[in-house]
């Protein structure tokens, strides 16, 4: 017997929707849930599910294995979730994440948690042929930035490997983006794109996402995650410059196959190789049309950089600062942070202070 449909969620998996999600669980009892959505959806079943087996609070998962922690002290299980996905952008069908937005404070927080993984996963990147040309973008560029940060923090031991998946998957997105956008229903564009996002879900089981997702949790309100992330990372990557010069010579690379970098910036180095990187990477947004300073945003307020810096702070997304090439602690924030938002603000990299 099958129960359902039931809605999926909104954008950024607000509270609400998981709750609602949740209580359906509930009355329903199921023996496993199964979910076809994008990310938000998936994300928020991952956590109705959660809540449904553990109760409490969704504030109360937030972090690091507090799912498995709670499940272990009970002798409980989750449900299994069948995860469909239908749009190619988080890979959430695929990772131990669960991103969660509260709309009364506009700020997403974090499931981290190998608990949440759907044992099973279905992708027909076929599907991804009805996405509209923004929401195109923004998976694109939420896979990218996948790719991309993982990269910039990878551990020694984690290094050749995260560097494997994170140039093919940037590639592939690179290489594909425009035509996916301008011709939705090229099946080889949309394939690429699909592999692509799907090597950022990879990413992020090997390494973790930092600066730009971080700050983009603070913005939810004004702008979409994949977006936000596209803005940000240039001006954490000439923060991050000194600490990722291998990692930067690759992506000069890359980038001068797609006239994205001129072929005169390969044989830069230090701050001015970051600053190369940074302005491809802006080359690309505006290839597709998307804004490159927050100051061109509609609604954006010193009260969004405020919220950014005081969510940095806060202990359930301290991973965040953990992952940065040039970790910081949240004493370190004002002072190294805030700048990097006030140059992403009118596009003045000088503004940055690096360690």
């Known amino acids: 017997e099958i129960a359902g449909p039931f809605p999926s969620a909104q954008p950024n998996s607000p509270k609400e929707d998981v709750s609602r999600i949740k209580e359906e669980i509930l009355r329903e009892k199921p023996d496993f849930v199964l979910v076809a959505s994008?990310?938000?959806?998936?994300d928020a079943t991952k956590a109705a599910i959660v809540?449904?087996?553990?109760?409490?609070?969704?504030?109360?998962?937030?972090g690091i294995g507090k799912v498995t922690e709670k499940l272990a002290a009970e002798g409980k299980k989750l449900l299994p979730c069948v995860a469909v996905q239908t749009a190619s952008g988080s890979s959430a069908h695929l990772t131990k994440y669960s991103n969660i937005t509260d709309l009364k404070t506009n700020q997403k927080k974090i499931i981290v948690d190998e608990a949440v993984i759907p044992p099973r996963a279905l992708f027909d990147y076929g599907l991804?042929?009805?996405?509209?040309t923004s929401f195109t973008s923004d998976g694109a560029f939420d896979?990218?930035?996948?790719?991309?940060?993982?990269?910039?923090?990878?551990?020694?031991e984690s290094f050749e490997k995260a560097q494997e998946i994170a140039l093919t998957g940037i590639e592939l997105i690179v290489s594909s983006i425009e035509k996916a956008t301008t011709e939705p229903f090229d099946i080889e564009a949309r394939e690429a794109l699909g592999l692509g996002?799907?090597?950022g879900g990879y990413a992020i089981m090997v390494g973790g996402t930092n600066g730009a997702h971080l700050t983009s949790f603070s913005l939810v309100d004004i702008l979409s995650h994949g977006r936000a992330c596209a803005l940000l990372n240039p001006y954490y990557t000439v923060f991050f410059a000194s600490s990722i010069q291998k990692q930067l010579k690759k992506l000069a690379h890359l980038f001068?196959?797609?006239?994205?970098?001129d072929e005169s910036s390969l044989s830069l180095d230090g701050q001015e190789l970051g600053l190369a990187v940074a302005k491809a990477l802006i080359a690309l947004s505006k290839r597709v049309g998307y804004p490159t300073t927050l100051g061109e945003i509609e609604g954006m307020s010193k009260a969004h950089i405020e919220r950014a810096l005081q969510g940095a702070k806060n202990p359930q997304l301290e991973t965040k600062l953990k992952n940065m090439p040039v970790p910081m602690t949240s004493n370190m924030v004002d002072e190294y942070m805030?700048?990097?938002l006030e140059a992403a603000l009118n596009g003045d990299f000088s503004l940055i202070k690096t360690l």
């Open 143 to 156: 896979g990218l930035a996948h790719c991309l940060e993982v990269y910039y923090g990878a551990s020694p």
């Open 51 to 62: 809540l449904a087996i553990l109760d409490g609070n969704i504030e109360d998962y937030f």
């Open 256 to 261: 001068s196959k797609y006239s994205l970098i």
């Open 197 to 199: 996002t799907d090597l």
């Open 338 to 340: 805030k700048p990097i």
């Open 128 to 132: 991804t042929k009805s996405m509209s």
């Open 38 to 42: 994008g990310g938000s959806g998936i």
